[in-house]
């Protein structure tokens, strides 16, 4: 940007904490702003106004906020396609510098001349306008694939439903009844699956390809190339909703439990069919069932076969006791369980079956083997301690269930990363759960239902609703050339100097959402609309031609290099910390709101992702003179955190690296410093932070100062 305006709040205490006109000083003549100007209150209407007419008088093209954090009022500091920048001098002196004024102005005027340097540095973004199709494919017909339709057409969506069975309803099709949805939730209801089924049929706009599977999906959001399996012509969609449900787990697997050496021992699935056909009887004659035993996670909770909760299994008998007491209403029921898992007011149902005499055991099965007609079955009762024996007619295994996506080919994408979603080591979609649900790794399409997670009937239809409407989000946001979550709204995209390229493929390899393809030589082909502006390909080009029009190698550097570094006899160490903007940079405004004290040798660069982090930043950082680098990103690992799911990770890994360029410029590794974060724990945050500058003290001085 050519003309940048500088304007420095000083309410909220900052005024009383720095010399304001040094600041404005420090703008003009180090930061090269044609404007500086400071307010009592910049987020009051005068204050806005003083921000506008100064725009308007010098023909401003970019402004600096020097006030609260950028996380907030940015609704607020908006100024028409002008550029805004923040300095976040409330949070980050005001209300954590502790020390003497100098120090407090010093780091004031460091945080100025960031970000100067960074509003100059940035472009105005061109703006991408891809035709877009406002079309959805929904991938799966059962109560997740039916919802998100539905929903869609409401929406005024046009959708294409795909499922690979003839009839539409999934696995509730083959349901008896259903475990209750409404009040007072004490007994199995009706199914009303095929009232979803006709509702489908019956809305505009929704076209149904039955017994059909996916050929191959390309392209990107906004543009997605289907062909379906025996269909020439493709057609094209904007986003995708992959709802393909889940599966029994393979009950064969489980051969302590008997299945398959007696014909009186059954699935859920199984007594589920018998009910259906009205022949709730013993398997292996047809006679009455007089007794009964459930055997509840039968491959799940078990680090051998399935180490999650598949949800569905405790509801499920419950219902399934039901059946058995309709046939005959003298049988004995008794439920061995780890523990009964009804969640919410499911409690009710699952007391009606207590008050109906069945026996909840908490024990473990030790065997089954065949008592005559019937099934003998030995276990460990966990609350008495004791080993005990039953005799029953009929064993039910109420089996875990696996994502239907887990080793087979739903989506046949044609991306270089895969042709399927990545998944976690349990099949099922792998996103970040906590902020995105219904995220994929591929950016416009998402999951719904049990090949999200395991969960009810009743959580897949909200789930399916509720990825239908981030499927709309992402068509109407690519359609204005605008980044989806976490960066939502963003109209940057990495762009390449391929001239410079090597081809070594680092950015297509290690960019988690499979946004870039390549040509026969390695080079990257981009593809703006799949991706979420993380920056890890920039942090992994060695080469640095990736870059965005307000993130850059070169502007992140000229940051480092605009911190005033003290020569080492005036005992003024600097510590440069990279943060995560997602997770480290809210956690700083929190500890910062508690007025937690941090170390005024501190100087706070937010990246986008802590994956974005450029090693030439760190070379920059020891060359001029700075003492130590925290690097300070949310946590990796199975229970992952990452925004952009593999930034940290990638950092740590990239961070060997950097022990080559210590020991050229023959500084200690303990200079540099990668840490995990989690936001919960926010209020430790700074004393990791100042324990890190404790110990680069303890080093001395970096000898290349000056």
């Not at 999934?170 to 979803?196: H, S, Y």
């Not at 099965?365 to 009762?381: C, N, P, W």
């Not at 976490?486 to 499979?514: V, W």
Request: with cysteine; glycine share 10%; charged share 25%.
């Amino acid at each position: 940007m050519e003309k940048v305006g500088f304007f420095l709040c000083t309410g909220c205490g900052i005024g009383e904490s720095v010399d304001d006109a040094g600041l404005l000083k420090t703008a003009c003549k180090e930061g090269k702003a044609q404007v500086a100007r400071s307010h009592a209150r910049l987020c009051a209407p005068e204050g806005l106004t003083l921000v506008r007419d100064e725009m308007a008088a010098a023909g401003l093209d970019a402004v600096v906020i020097a006030a609260c954090s950028e996380r907030e009022l940015s609704g607020v500091f908006r100024f028409g396609d002008a550029h805004v920048e923040r300095a976040s001098l409330r949070e980050q002196v005001a209300w954590v510098c502790k020390a003497e004024a100098e120090d407090r102005q010093m780091l004031a005027e460091d945080y100025t001349r960031m970000a100067c340097v960074r509003a100059a540095k940035s472009a105005r973004p061109t703006r991408l306008t891809p035709a877009v199709s406002r079309r959805l494919l929904v991938v799966g017909g059962g109560a997740a694939g039916l919802s998100a339709a539905l929903e869609a057409s409401r929406a005024g969506y046009e959708v294409v439903l795909v499922d690979k069975d003839k009839t539409l309803g999934g696995w509730m099709a083959t349901c008896k009844l259903q475990v209750p949805r409404k009040a007072p939730f004490a007994a199995a209801e009706d199914n009303d699956i095929l009232e979803l089924v006709g509702a489908v049929k019956d809305a505009p706009g929704i076209q149904i390809k039955s017994s059909c599977a996916i050929g191959s999906i390309s392209g990107a959001p906004g543009a997605f190339q289907v062909t379906l399996q025996g269909e020439a012509e493709p057609f094209t969609v904007g986003a995708i909703v992959v709802a393909v449900g889940a599966t029994p787990y393979d009950v064969t697997k489980l051969g302590h439990l008997g299945y398959g050496t007696h014909p009186n021992v059954i699935t859920q699935s199984e007594l589920e069919a018998l009910a259906k056909q009205g022949q709730v009887a013993r398997p292996s004659d047809g006679k009455p069932i007089q007794s009964a035993l459930f055997v509840q996670c039968a491959g799940s909770r078990d680090e051998a076969h399935l180490g999650y909760c598949s949800t569905t299994c405790c509801p499920e008998t419950i219902k399934q006791l039901a059946y058995l007491k309709a046939a005959n209403g003298a049988v004995r029921c008794h439920v061995v369980h780890k523990d009964m898992r009804l969640p919410g007011l499911l409690e009710a149902f699952y007391r009606s079956a207590q008050a109906d005499g069945t026996e909840f055991v908490q024990g473990e099965i030790k065997a089954v083997s065949s008592a005559g007609q019937g099934v003998r079955v030995e276990l460990h009762d966990a609350q008495s301690g004791e080993q005990r024996q039953l005799e029953v007619d009929l064993v039910v295994l109420a089996t875990g269930m696996v994502p239907s996506a887990k080793d087979t080919s739903v989506l046949n994408l044609t991306y270089r990363l895969g042709k399927e979603l990545p998944t976690r080591d349990s099949g099922f979609a792998s996103s970040h759960f906590i902020c995105f649900p219904y995220e994929t790794q591929r950016t416009g399409i998402y999951a719904a239902g049990a090949v999200h997670r395991p969960m009810l009937t009743a959580d897949a239809m909200a789930d399916g609703a509720g990825a239908a409407h981030k499927a709309i989000q992402c068509v109407e946001m690519t359609a204005r050339g605008e980044a989806v979550h976490p960066r939502a709204g963003d109209l940057t995209y990495p762009e390449f100097s391929l001239q410079r390229c090597t081809q070594c493929k680092r950015c297509t390899e290690e960019c988690p959402f499979g946004t870039l393809d390549e040509d026969e030589k390695g080079t990257p082909k981009p593809n703006p609309e799949r991706c979420r502006r993380c920056g890890v390909c920039l942090g992994a080009c060695p080469e640095r031609i990736v870059s965005f029009a307000n993130y850059s190698v070169d502007m992140v550097g000229s940051m480092i290099k605009s911190i005033s570094v003290p020569d080492e006899f005036e005992e003024k160490p600097r510590v440069l910390c990279l943060v995560c903007e997602n997770d480290v940079l809210p956690a700083i405004d929190m500890a910062a709101s508690l007025r937690k004290p941090l170390s005024p040798w501190v100087r706070v660069v937010a990246l986008r992702c802590l994956g974005s982090t450029n090693l030439q930043w760190l070379n920059d950082s020891m060359i001029k003179g700075i003492d130590g680098v925290m690097l300070i990103g949310c946590r990796h690992g199975d229970d992952y955190q990452c925004h952009f799911v593999k930034g940290s990770e990638l950092c740590n890994v990239r961070m060997e690296k950097i022990q080559e360029t210590l020991t050229r410029l023959m500084l200690e590794p303990e200079r540099i410093r990668v840490e995990q974060f989690a936001l919960g724990d926010y209020g430790k945050l700074f004393d990791v932070v100042n324990g890190f500058v404790e110990r680069v003290v303890a080093l001395g001085p970096n000898p290349n100062k000056g």
